[in-house]
């Protein structure tokens, strides 16, 4: 009996041995993934310390030793965008066969529910135009192009809870974010290459815990948190999100949609120096100040309704929208304008996710891709006064036109007094002529400046502009200096 017993002990140690010896990769590289073209390629993962991993693929092999601590990493020379199906050796103490793998661009879209929202509720609010499947037929096709990672709302460390790779088709899709895919059917069918799309959101999240603690500290505009213990930024601690469900993974570039929580607190123009440590807090931990980074203008919603700790007034919103906008200053970045894609002002989801994800589509294709589409809406540059006229000038203002037909709305002017009044818009040439009664000499003009906005002047492509006041605060964009650094 002791014999057997001793046997048995071995053999626990034994199996504990191989299990603590096993290769072992994070999550999000495995079966069905796709991996970023023409940049270096990272493979990484686990593994007993000093061990030797071989990693083969795509006809070449790389060679790591486990760490100290067990990790491992190797990196290819840049590959070229491949739909063939291929298998990846990971070799050392055993064996793992990675299969079914494509070479193309990577992209993750992050934030709260709207990037959230599922392909499987969005076809009650899909009207998709001419040519444009909506989400209920989406469903029932297979995207061979496409494949789709999903992390789980789970805080889990060192790595991401998620079933991994799937193609992009049946259960996996609906449960997939609405706008991830859209923007990956876009992009796919004007590049022609596989299209990776990992969505990590969670519902109701404010901005703080996407956000690395670091890049926080790293910004004079939040030194005054730098006093609290534990280190919190407005009363939320920051990076809970990023270290269980954003740092695990690898990425080409970001979709961002996310603020409605932001704004219920009153960020105003904060925001932009809480966008500012998202975004170059990712950027730093990923060693790419050049990471693309594209968000949504959160949409119009009534705020005053709400029965929040904090009240509102119909310029809260706006007020956040300009926090934004104004985080455009900040290198490498883009914003989906959706004020026109509303249809109930009480339900804080907007409908129309295809055509959000098309409009963040046309920035990637303009910005990263060298296409030649129009991917902005009119975006106000300056405004000049003649006689009792505001003659207001515009970026992206080619063929300014009304998207509904009708005279412009949601222009408002006022005077030196800042009495402000409806006011009257008309559109001539590639400028915006705007006055009203009583008003004898313009000094500001808002556009857009309520939470019930939904204007209607666009360019010729249909893109909604972007609300602005003329004499909004200014945010000052400078690049990030550590705080007691020189």
Sequence with gaps: MKVRTLFIFLLLIASQTIVSAAVRLPKILGNNMVLQREKPLPIWGWASAGEQVTVTFAGQQKTAKADAEGTWKVTFDPLKANANPQEMTIAGSDTITLSNLLIGEVWLCSGQSNMEYTMKLHPKYARPAKGI???????????????????????????????????????ALEAFSAIGFYFAKDIQRELNVPIGVISSSWGGSRIEPWTPAEAYKALPAFAAALQSEPFKVDEVEPGKNYRSMIKPLALRGVLWYQGESNCMQHDGMRYADKMQALIEGWRKEWGNEQLPFYSVMIAPFLYTKRNDRLPHTPETLPEFWEAQTQSLKIPYTGMAVVTDLVDDLGDIHPSYKWEIGRRLALIALAKDYDKKVVSQGPVFKEMKVKKRQAILSFDHADGLKSLDGKPLSWFSIAGADGQFKPAIAKIKGDKVIVYAEGVRKPAIVRFAWNETAMPNLSNKAGLPAVPFCTDALEWKYTKNSFIGAE
């Design 133 to 171: 499947d909506s989400a209920a037929v989406a469903l029932t096709k297979t995207h061979p192009g496409i494949r789709i990672f999903k992390v789980e709302k789970e805080r889990s460390n060192p790595d991401v809870t998620s079933t991994g790779w799937n193609e992009c088709s049946g259960e």
